[in-house]
C-alpha cells in the first residue's frame, strides 16, 4: 500500500458505447493536482460540467452507480472507479463526452491498460485513508454490507443466483495492485436473455452485447469463449463493490463483508459508514484539512 497519492504522467484517451444509452462516448483521463481526488468534467455542455466521484454526488444506483451536478449526470462509473482504486489512481480528471462511461469489454480490463499507457507520477503529499475503527453492518432484506476493521483493503463479497452457471458464489481476498490486475478487472458485468426486451423498453441494456457482457440464457452462458473465470460472476460483484467503495473519497482500510448486495445497497452503507464517526478516522492523522474542496465548492456552485 503507497504512503504517497499519485496521478498519472500524461493524458489518455479511449472511446466506446455506453452499456446502458447505447452512445458512442469519448473520454480523457488527465494528470490532477494533489487533494483533487476523482473528478469527472463532461465537456459536451456549455459551461462544462464539474462532478466530483465523491458520494455525496450519486444520484442514481438502479443497475449501475451515476453521479450528476444540477441536469448533468455520468452513469455507470463504477468499472473505471475500480480501476482507479485498484490501480492506486488519487487524482485524475476525466473528461467525458456524454452521459455515460463506455462499456469497454463490460470490465475494468480496458481502464487499467489506460493507465498503464499513461504511468503513474508520484507526488508530495501524502495518502490518507478511511480506517474502520470498530465493526459496523447495514442490513437490508436479507442483505448485508459489514465494515470490520483490518490494516489493508480485504473483501468478501458472496452471491447467490438461481441459475445452473451460477449458484452460490464467495470472493475472499486481500487485496493488492497485482492480485486486482490479474483477479477482479478481466471479471466482466452479466445480464439475463431473458430480461434484455424488458430492460430496453426501460432505458437500459441499449448498448448491450456479447461484446460487453456475459449474457446468459436458461440453459448457460451464450457467449462463445465462455467464462474467463469459472466464478467470474462474483468477481465481478466484488469489483463493482471496489470502484462503489472509492465513492468515499479516500482509500479504505478495512474488511468489507457484502453478501447479495447491489450499487443500491452499496451506496446506503457507504454513506451510513461515513455517518457513524466512531466507526472510522482518517489516517495518517495529519494536521491539515484534506478535502476536495476546493472541487466540491466549485460543483456546488454550477448546481
Request: with cysteine; aromatic share 8%.
Amino acid at each position: 500500500m503507497w504512503h504517497f497519492q499519485h496521478t498519472l504522467k500524461r493524458e489518455v484517451s479511449a472511446a466506446g458505447v455506453g452499456l446502458h444509452t447505447g452512445e458512442l462516448v469519448r473520454l480523457r483521463l488527465r494528470p490532477a493536482e494533489p487533494n483533487q481526488g476523482v473528478v469527472f468534467v463532461r465537456v459536451d455542455v456549455d459551461p462544462p460540467r464539474v462532478i466530483p466521484a465523491r458520494v455525496d454526488y450519486v444520484v442514481h444506483t438502479e443497475l449501475s452507480t451515476v453521479i450528476g451536478v444540477g441536469e448533468a449526470t455520468v452513469a455507470t462509473i463504477e468499472h473505471l472507479m475500480a480501476a482507479l482504486a485498484g490501480m492506486g489512481v488519487d487524482n485524475v480528471i476525466v473528461e467525458i463526452d456524454g452521459p455515460e462511461v463506455p462499456a469497454m469489454d463490460g470490465s475494468a480490463k480496458a481502464f487499467v491498460h489506460l493507465i498503464r499507457q499513461a504511468g503513474l507520477r508520484r507526488q508530495r503529499f501524502r495518502r490518507r485513508f478511511i480506517k474502520v475503527s470498530r465493526p459496523f453492518s447495514l442490513e437490508e432484506d436479507g442483505k448485508k454490507v459489514a465494515f470490520l476493521p483490518a490494516s489493508d483493503l480485504e473483501l468478501e463479497v458472496l452471491i447467490d443466483f438461481p441459475h445452473q452457471a451460477i449458484g452460490q458464489q464467495s470472493y475472499v481476498r486481500r487485496l493488492s495492485r497485482q492480485r486486482f490486475i490479474e483477479e477482479l478487472a478481466p471479471a466482466r458485468t452479466f445480464g439475463f436473455l431473458h430480461e434484455i426486451e424488458y430492460l430496453r423498453r426501460n432505458g437500459y441494456a441499449r448498448g448491450g452485447s456479447l461484446d460487453n457482457a456475459i449474457v446468459l440464457t436458461r440453459e448457460g452462458v451464450l457467449n462463445q469463449g465462455g467464462l474467463r473465470f469459472d466464478d467470474e460472476f462474483v468477481r465481478h460483484k466484488a469489483l463493482d463493490l471496489l470502484g462503489d467503495l472509492y465513492l468515499l473519497g479516500f482509500p479504505l482500510m478495512g474488511r468489507v463483508v457484502a453478501e447479495k448486495t447491489g450499487h443500491g445497497l452499496h451506496l446506503k452503507a457507504i454513506r451510513a459508514l461515513r455517518a457513524q464517526e466512531s466507526a472510522w478516522r482518517l489516517v495518517p492523522e495529519l494536521g491539515e484539512s484534506f478535502s476536495c474542496s476546493r472541487v466540491s465548492s466549485l460543483a456546488a456552485a454550477q448546481a
